[in-house]
């Protein structure tokens, strides 16, 4: 059973629209606790609403991708598919 913080970040995610991103630290400001960015990754690696709650729609404040339960690659093929244009990691460069 999701916490009440969990249901207002499972909420404030709820909201981001197809082929958008924002930031764990976006929606722990959203949610009001605007310190919690990494409680809100651990809410999202939680959520049991998958794809309703779209949890792949949150990444980094410095626009890398961030984590996601089904894995990185899942993660980007979802965000390509919705046409959201991933900058490459370091890792990605050389």
Known sequence: MATEFEKKVY???SGI???EVRSYK???KAVGRPGSA???GNALNRNPY????PCHR???SDGSIGGYSK???SKKKLLKREGVL????TSELG
Do not use: D, H, Q, Y
């Not at 998958?50 to 709650?53: E, I, K, M, S």
């Open 58 to 60: 949150v990444v980094k």
């Open 50 to 53: 998958a794809p309703t709650v």
């Open 26 to 28: 976006w929606v722990a």
């Open 86 to 89: 991933l900058r490459p990691s």
């Open 17 to 19: 629209p197809k082929g």
């Open 71 to 73: 894995g990185i690659k």
């Open 38 to 40: 990494r409680a809100v």
């Open 11 to 13: 909420l404030a995610v």
